[in-house]
């Protein structure tokens, strides 16, 4: 079966601190992979997208980058976090065979402090 | 991606039905529209998607109307644990939803 693994699921970290969440996929070969900000009281933003290795789409600018280097896994990463950066983080991937869609991770709370 | 247009929130009976609208009145012929749910903290739980013809499955139903401008989601017989945020979205070629908007903050009480 299909599944996707995120972590960690909590995080404090202070301003200026680096940041790397990561997202595995299981089941499935080639998912297009996502990445998904929450702000407090707001719904889900798209951030980065990957349809293959090495393949990042970047939708909102800002201080954060995402990385794919294998197949399965997808990485969100920043070199100075900002108060702003606070929120519920998703990961999702979705299969090209079927018809689209997400399955998401179960996301990662991060708290700047 | 077509927007979507969704009450902020509803509240429903334990037992009844409970219908969710969205409007996507400027929705595309080959854009679907899905319906995810999100319990506080948790990721999104996919529900149900559709293109033209209303469809059915073992958590709810989907209406789509004949002009595909808007949908309903229906939950037959609402439980406590169907609290929860829905959304309503339209995924085209591209594959994917920018952005998921606010949802329907949807509290079934007892």
């Known amino acids: 079966s299909q599944t996707i693994h995120q972590w960690p699921a909590t995080l404090v970290q202070p301003v200026g601190s680096p940041l790397s969440l990561e997202c595995t996929v299981e089941g499935t070969s080639n998912p297009n992979l996502y990445w998904y900000r929450q702000a407090a009281g707001r719904g889900l933003q798209l951030l980065f997208y990957s349809v293959g290795i090495g393949q990042i789409s970047s939708e909102v600018p800002q201080n954060l980058s995402a990385s794919r280097p294998q197949d399965r896994q997808f990485i969100l990463s920043s070199k100075k976090l900002l108060l702003s950066d606070s929120g519920f983080y998703l990961c999702?991937?979705?299969?090209?065979?079927?018809?689209?869609?997400?399955?998401f991770g179960s996301g990662t709370r991060l708290t700047v402090v | 991606d077509a927007k979507t247009t969704q009450p902020p929130s509803m509240d429903c009976a334990e037992g009844r039905a409970a219908n969710l609208p969205c409007n996507h009145s400027?929705?595309?012929?080959?854009?679907?529209v899905y319906w995810y749910r999100q319990i506080h903290s948790q990721g999104p739980q996919y529900i149900i998607h559709?293109?033209?013809n209303n469809e059915t499955n073992e958590m709810a139903s989907l209406i789509i109307t004949e002009d595909r401008k808007s949908s309903t989601l229906i939950l037959p017989h609402a439980t406590l644990r169907d609290t929860a945020v829905y959304y309503c979205i339209v995924i085209g070629d591209s594959g994917y939803a920018l952005n998921f908007g606010k949802g329907t903050s949807l509290l079934v009480t007892p």
């Open positions: 559709g293109l033209k």
């Open positions: 999702a991937f979705g299969v090209r065979l079927f018809n689209y869609g997400y399955t």
């Open positions: 400027t929705i595309s012929g080959n854009e679907y």
